[in-house]
């Protein structure tokens, strides 16, 4: 039974006040919304540049990130609005906007001028879906706000260019995320009957109340199996890892770079958001499905990270690589979930497990983005960059990108003093203070494995390195692209710099991540209000 506080808030909230709040809080994602809507229609009967389309874009960005700094200080209430504008939401979407100018950037000249508004506005959907799912406080809209990162990506997998290769990594990616959404929704309906509730921070409310069948183990068990089944697509993670190396390689490489960034920000702002944040504050009651999401966790953890670092070693095309790079650091950030149930603010950790996925998601995202885009900034169409000896000489021929290259591999390589070395030392530590229940070894033994694996994997890295500075290329230097290349060169540039800075100075990165990490964990107080009155009817006369 419902508190009858909390049963007024849901029952009696004012639908126009809530309503109200939530167009405001939204209003960045709205216009991107519109305008890609806008893009895409107008794209079919007026012929525009590509140039003008990019431009365009660049502009609804401008307009969307103004827009998200001047709601920043709206409120919703937490127990009858679909979205938030907490401090989780706010930093997570103001860095998923930031990124979003970086992937237009390396996108400028990824698409033939007939496809130009259908790709740009695809683009502008996927972001504008990601920042949803930041903001998401319902279940039906989080399902939503993932469908509206899947559905655009089809369209961009497809539309770049049109060949063999292409056409399958689109069509593997179409129906195993089809079946990760199944998954989801099974989860979404299991949590659903368990609460008879859909608004997560009602639920979180519950759990850390112990009401009545909150939680039941069996039915809270099958709910966070398949959340979590569903969600470890999007981020890569094992046992449903098996698509990314052949949709990686058969796609653009633009497209691989989106792939290894969005979906994983996604996954793990969903997980936190509908898993750690709603079971984590469960009271003594919810310790035994407490135990089993983490010890989940931890046996994916442990399977991803080695399954992907082990299987990178055998790979010489760059894209295979970065697929396997990138299921490995899901299994980095999956020890951050296993522990984020378990940690919570108050209970004296040095480091949160929301917090570590928040610091390494955001470090990962600039690394990625920044290897992407050299590789990008240093394809033709006749000399594509493939395989790891096409990099060879590098150093030689384009210096500065050969050198912001190596400082985004040696940071995915966790070097100090790179922002990659501190969001895995975040990680570790993390899984080291983990201070609730008696698994204390269980944690450390997960920060272990992690640092084993990050040993294996900075030999994969260090290869590229090696190739780049002390290997000559058989075929002769690569070419120089010229100003065509300008703006996946700046994306680039702003990616390395602020690895370097993230990493000289990780405070200014960890502690809007800290506040983040306890906003999405904060459970909140129950409302005081009273039940609505019920509205008196007017007999009709019966004349």
Not at 65 to 83: C, E, H, I, R, Y
Not at 406 to 415: E, K, N, T, V
């Amino acid at each position: 039974m419902l508190p009858m506080n909390l049963f007024a808030t849901l029952a009696g909230a004012d639908a126009f006040v809530v309503m109200k709040q939530t167009l405001i809080v939204l209003a960045p994602e709205l216009i991107m919304i519109l305008a890609a809507t806008a893009m895409m229609t107008a794209g079919a009967f007026v012929k525009r540049t590509r140039q003008a389309w990019l431009s365009t874009t660049f502009i609804v960005l401008g307009v969307a990130f103004v827009a998200l700094l001047a709601v920043s200080a709206q409120t919703t209430d937490p127990f009858s609005s679909v979205a938030l504008n907490d401090s989780f939401s706010f930093a997570a979407r103001l860095f998923l906007l930031g990124t979003a100018f970086i992937l237009v950037a390396l996108a400028h000249d990824q698409v033939d001028e007939a496809r130009a508004a259908e790709f740009f506005g695809s683009l502008l959907y996927v972001n504008a879906g990601a920042m949803l799912v930041a903001a998401a406080n319902e279940l039906v809209f989080l399902f939503v706000a993932l469908e509206l990162v899947s559905i655009p990506t089809y369209l961009l997998l497809y539309l770049p260019r049109r060949n063999a290769a292409t056409r399958e990594a689109a069509v593997k990616y179409f129906y195993l995320s089809i079946f990760a959404s199944a998954m989801f929704l099974f989860g979404a309906a299991y949590l659903y009957g368990l609460t008879g509730l859909s608004n997560l921070k009602a639920i979180g409310f519950l759990s850390a109340r112990n009401l009545p069948n909150i939680p039941n183990l069996q039915v809270g068990l099958i709910a966070v199996m398949f959340l979590l089944a569903g969600l470890s697509f999007r981020v890569a993670a094992v046992p449903f890892h098996f698509y990314a190396p052949d949709v990686y390689e058969g796609s653009p490489t633009y497209i691989a770079a989106l792939l290894a960034w969005i979906p994983k920000a996604v996954g793990f702002l969903a997980i936190i958001r509908v898993l750690t944040s709603v079971i984590a504050p469960g009271g003594d009651g919810a310790g035994r499905l407490i135990e089993k999401a983490a010890l989940l966790a931890w046996v994916i953890a442990a399977a991803t990270m080695t399954l992907g670092n082990l299987s990178a070693l055998l790979q010489d095309n760059l894209r295979r690589l970065l697929a396997y790079s990138s299921i490995a650091h899901a299994g980095y950030m999956m020890i951050g979930v296993s522990v984020a149930f378990v940690n919570l603010p108050g209970a004296g950790a040095f480091y949160l497990g929301s917090e570590s996925i928040l610091f390494y998601l955001a470090a990962y995202g600039l690394m990625t983005l920044g290897v992407f885009g050299a590789i990008l900034a240093l394809s033709t169409a006749e000399r594509p960059v493939e395989t790891v000896d096409d990099l060879a000489g590098l150093a030689k021929s384009h210096p500065r990108i050969a050198l912001a290259m190596a400082i985004c591999l040696f940071s995915l390589a966790g070097i100090p003093p790179l922002a990659g070395f501190f969001g895995k030392f975040a990680l570790f530590a993390s899984a080291f203070s983990a201070t609730r229940g008696d698994d204390t070894r269980m944690f450390q033994v997960l920060a272990l494995v992690g640092v084993i694996n990050s040993a294996i994997g900075a030999y994969y890295y260090l290869r590229i390195v090696v190739a780049i500075y002390l290997r000559p290329n058989s075929a002769g230097p690569l070419p120089r692209r010229g100003r065509e290349a300008w703006p996946a060169c700046i994306a680039t540039g702003v990616c390395t710099a602020l690895v370097v800075v993230f990493g000289m100075f990780p405070r200014t990165l960890g502690v809007p991540c800290r506040t983040a990490a306890v906003a999405a964990n904060t459970v909140p107080a129950e409302p005081d209000v009273q039940p609505a009155q019920p509205v008196p009817v007017a007999r009709l006369s019966a004349d």
